[in-house]
């Protein structure tokens, strides 16, 4: 079992219970080591004086506030200590909030909330079925590790859950950040929305986590395994080109054909009287986009579809043996 990355009690009014912090999530990107080419010996990063190039040891070094270029007010770090907030010993929830009225641009980190002993599963139970009746998340403000975070207390499936906070002024505008947003939104024409409202419908799916797989680490870790058998690689895919929009309606009735069997001519209207099975003409592969390709491999239950790219996918539906293993193409 894990151990828990803080402890403390958590508590709303006058209940209180002792508490784990766990983490949530992992990470699994791959890992590189820096080293000199054609060599194998590891380049460290050092602490270098700009302007004399001479290392600088760590006892020697302060922080500085630059107030103009070259001008610094300079902070020791005994004096950031003493200031420094301690690390808290309760999690007190100040007040609750309907978790619709939160945006999820806020939240940051999660973190699992368990309880730190069978004798407190009634308290805890209390806080989640009374969170999830409500549907209501537990503000509050704690410190771990030498920082300050504001922190929501909610619900997730049968335990609670802890997410840190970005404050008001850590959050962006978007029309200060992007210059080439519109002053007015651009109202498109009746047609185009309802056939990019059918589009929507169309690709509408159920919400399946293990669907969806991190392609880019395992083509890295593909990447690895390939240079060891002494392989190369295929690259990357390109990435779509930008949709004109002098060609938006036809883009969309092509799009909504493809993911639902419409003619585009019936796109708009009533959907058309399905064709009997002989008649219909079955796309070609190769025509198809990357997401049509993983949901037909998913009808037929290609193994290992979530790790592959659309050229992979295509090959597996021309029909590979069952079973064979899937291997990179080598490149010269």
Avoid at 105 to 117: E, S
Avoid at 211 to 231: C, F, M, S
Avoid at 240 to 248: F, I, R, W
Wanted: proline share 5%; net charge negative.
């Amino acid at each position: 079992m894990a151990r828990p990355i803080w402890t403390g009690t958590l508590s709303f009014g006058l209940v209180a219970v002792p508490v784990g912090l766990y983490s949530a999530t992992e990470d699994h990107a791959v890992h590189f080591r820096q080293l000199q080419r054609g060599t194998s010996d590891r380049v460290r990063n050092q602490r270098v004086n700009e302007r004399t190039g001479e290392e600088v040891g760590y006892r020697d070094i302060v922080k500085g506030y630059e107030l103009t270029e070259g001008e610094y007010v300079v902070v020791e770090p005994e004096e950031l200590d003493r200031i420094s907030p301690g690390r808290s010993k309760s999690i007190e929830i100040g007040g609750f909030v309907d978790l619709a009225q939160v945006d999820p641009i806020f939240f940051d980190k999660t973190y699992y909330l368990g309880p730190r002993g069978a004798e407190y599963a009634k308290v805890y139970g209390l806080l989640h079925r009374a969170l999830s009746e409500t549907n209501r998340a537990g503000l509050a403000s704690f410190v771990m590790r030498g920082k300050q975070y504001l922190a929501a207390v909610r619900v997730e499936g049968d335990v609670l859950v802890l997410q840190t906070m970005h404050y008001a002024d850590e959050v962006r505008d978007p029309h200060r950040e992007i210059d080439s947003l519109p002053e007015q939104a651009a109202v498109p024409s009746e047609k185009e929305l309802a056939v990019a409202c059918q589009l929507i419908e169309a690709l509408s799916t159920d919400w399946d986590p293990e669907a969806y797989r991190d392609d880019y680490t395992a083509q890295v870790r593909e990447l690895v395994e390939a240079k060891v058998a002494g392989k190369e690689v295929v690259t990357a895919e390109p990435a779509p080109e930008s949709t004109n929009v002098v060609d938006l309606m036809a883009v969309l009735e092509r799009s909504l054909q493809q993911a639902s069997a419409v003619p585009a001519e019936q796109s708009a209207a009533q959907p058309a009287e399905e064709p009997a099975a002989a008649d219909r003409k079955e796309p070609e592969l190769g025509e198809l986009t990357k997401a049509e390709l993983y949901r037909l491999a998913t009808e037929r239950e290609v193994p290992g579809r979530s790790s592959m790219n659309r050229e992979q996918l295509v090959e597996a539906l021309q029909g590979p043996a069952k079973g064979k293993k899937r291997r990179l193409r080598a490149v010269s």
